[in-house]
């Protein structure tokens, strides 16, 4: 069954696995609380769900094909933003260049010692995002 993202007007998104882009328009009403903006069937998924102690689930995307499709077309200025940080930036000395890089108490330290313009271009990012489909 495809999987279906749905970008709301408030600049966030909900996934959907659906028969087509009318039955996922109706599977999310009852989560979106944004009117849905575009629908489109996504080419790449892969989400990581942690269980912790008190019976929480939380999501985090740390698929870079998923990342950057979402990026392409939910949220461009973002993926821009992001990828002008990092080429500025660069990438920790302690990241793997031949596997994947896990988000880790490394990678965290690494985000912290962006400096603060690249934290304000990103921060722009998401405020453009977030009123793109405002009007």
Known sequence: MPIYI????????VV?????????RKNVEPLAVSEVVTVRELDAFVAQFVLNNDGQLTATLLDKETIADLHHHEYP?????NAQSYADFGVSEKDSKTEAVHFSSIARRHAQEWD?????IVRYAVEQERSRFAH
């Open 6 to 13: 749905l970008r709301l007007r408030d600049g966030n998104c």
């Open 16 to 24: 959907a696995s659906a028969l087509n882009e009318g039955h996922a």
């Open 77 to 81: 200025m973002l993926g821009t933003a």
């Open 116 to 120: 603060e313009r690249d934290k304000q």
